[in-house]
């Protein structure tokens, strides 16, 4: 590896002395660094860095899908998942990269359909996910297959999830923690109003549709990682299918899902006096 292109989270490091670090670091074992702006490089890279966290690496995605090069983070977030490496070990970057293999993401690719028209693609490595956000109550919503299944619900939204996003916004919904070298979508309901509560598991090659189903005019918002993607009125199909595409990762060895588990849940910790 010769050269890497680095994309900084500036409000992580407002002054930049990790990024010097990290340059410096690199520079040691003769490894040049560009800088990323505008979401474009002078010259060649053989990786993308990150200098952030989870949210950090999810925003770097599409430019590293763009120009088909392996992304890797050292995290300055809270847990970071998606960042394999911590700021502790900036030291040892050189020698974690003589070491590193590459592997493939899953992405999720969604569109949205009203009457004639349809929005998209929108990527997601992590999730994409249907609220009410613009109003009071539940969603009216339902989840088909591609042989016209259907589980209709009433919940505040759903998330259909990469193995990659299980650890995110799905966990958090009670849904399970998947390895993210698997292929599968997730589909975990949020707060649903019913005795049916559970995720549901479809293989890669599935393509899952979301309706909205209310009846008295409520729009529903889609979002894929966290960004505002479109508005689903009512009628309204939302289609969820495995990318063609796939995002490539450098792996240190570390994102078997039982060590990424201990290593970033150590970090959670209750504060203050309990006697």
Avoid: W
Wanted: contains cysteine; aromatic residues 6%.
């Amino acid at each position: 590896m010769k050269t890497i292109a680095l994309i900084c989270n500036e409000q992580k490091d407002p002054h930049g002395l990790i990024t010097a670090q990290i340059r410096a670091s690199l520079a040691e074992a003769g490894i040049a660094t560009v800088a990323v702006t505008e979401g474009r490089f002078v010259g060649d890279a053989d990786a993308i860095l990150v200098v952030g966290g989870d949210g950090s690496v999810l925003g770097a995605m599409h430019f590293a899908v763009g120009y088909d090069l392996p992304l890797f983070g050292i995290n300055l977030g809270r847990v970071g998942y998606l960042a394999e490496i911590e700021q502790d070990e900036i030291p040892q970057l050189p020698q974690l990269l003589e070491h590193a293999g590459t592997e493939e993401r899953m992405l999720l690719s969604a569109y949205v359909t009203h009457g004639a028209e349809q929005s998209g693609p929108y990527l997601a490595l992590n999730d994409v996910v249907v609220t009410h956000q613009t109003h009071f109550g539940l969603a009216d919503l339902s989840l088909s297959d591609s042989c016209g299944n259907t589980v209709d619900y009433r919940c505040d939204g759903l998330i259909l999830a990469t193995p990659s996003g299980s650890t995110a916004y799905s966990l958090s919904a009670g849904g399970p923690a998947l390895d993210g070298r698997m292929s599968a979508i997730c589909a975990t309901p949020i707060c649903p109003y019913s005795f049916f509560n559970r995720s549901l598991l479809f293989p890669a090659d599935e393509l899952l549709t979301v309706t909205n189903t209310a009846a008295g005019g409520a729009q529903l918002h889609v979002s894929a990682d966290g960004n505002d993607s479109a508005v689903l009125l009512p009628g309204d199909r939302l289609t969820v299918s495995v990318a063609e595409k796939k995002l490539k990762m450098l792996s240190f060895g570390r994102t078997a899902l039982l060590s990424t588990l201990k290593r970033k849940m150590k970090t959670a910790h209750i504060k203050g006096d309990m006697t």
